[in-house]
């Protein structure tokens, strides 16, 4: 299960740039894996604080040390997209935190104290991490008043070579849409149901040289998947844009 959680200001800026795939438009999001069902999974935002105090520092595999108040580990993760003339191509950077110390960084970035020990988290981090964190929490949550707006939980199925990396397919079933406004709290009612949406998503990415070059261009047989079906293609499907319409 990949459950994410992403941010807004209340006048839905992020969705606006992002939806006019503006130049330079950021979108942050956090991103945590395994918990229960699509549509009850415990959240990092409520659980890690309430419950999690007896839960181990994780390192591993993600999600192998979930539990039922939700998960030990989280990533922050901050998405730049770049129009094809600026010759950059669009990146994602992430960083991962305890769980127990994502309230405390939303609160309070790199200067505030790891519930995990006795430093503050800039010194919990490495230094790649650290930088990343600061400029997240100084540059997009406070300096643009973002806060959790709308969430994803969808089961996911990836198939890759295990000597490449050429191809990778990843298959979303059982996509769900939440309200993630005021998120730390329990639902008591107040916020939207969740939304179900009513397809699988079918993504395929690909790392190989032009057309011309050998082993380049698309694989013959990806052409042949969306006559075999009844799927629609899509250039991209950021589900951030339709979970916030």
Known sequence: LVSSVYFDDETL????????????????????YGGGSPTEDP????????????AEGAEGAEGADDDEHGPSRVYVERKT????????????ERFR?????????????VAAKSRTSDRTLHQTLDAKSAT???????????????????????????????????????LDVDLVFTDARDCS???DGSRRAPVRFPCAILEVKLARAD????????PAWIEDVP??????ELKKFPKFLPATA
């Open 81 to 92: 997209h770049h129009e094809s003339w600026s010759n950059e191509s669009s990146v994602k």
């Open 185 to 187: 709290y329990p639902r």
């Open 227 to 232: 006559p075999a079906g009844t799927a629609t």
């Open 211 to 218: 057309g011309d070059a050998p082993g380049g261009g698309t």
């Open 132 to 170: 990343l964190a600061k400029e997240v929490a100084q540059d997009q949550l406070f300096a643009r008043g973002l806060a959790p707006s709308v969430g994803t939980r969808y089961r996911r199925t990836a198939f890759q070579r295990a000597d490449t990396n050429d191809v990778r397919v990843s």
């Open 43 to 54: 959240s990092p935002f409520a659980a890690a604080a309430e419950g999690a105090e007896g």
């Open 13 to 32: 800026d992020v969705y606006r740039t992002r939806m006019e795939r503006l130049e330079g438009a950021t979108l942050v999001r956090v991103r945590w």
């Open 97 to 109: 935190l305890d769980a127990r110390d994502l309230k405390s960084y939303l609160a309070g970035g």
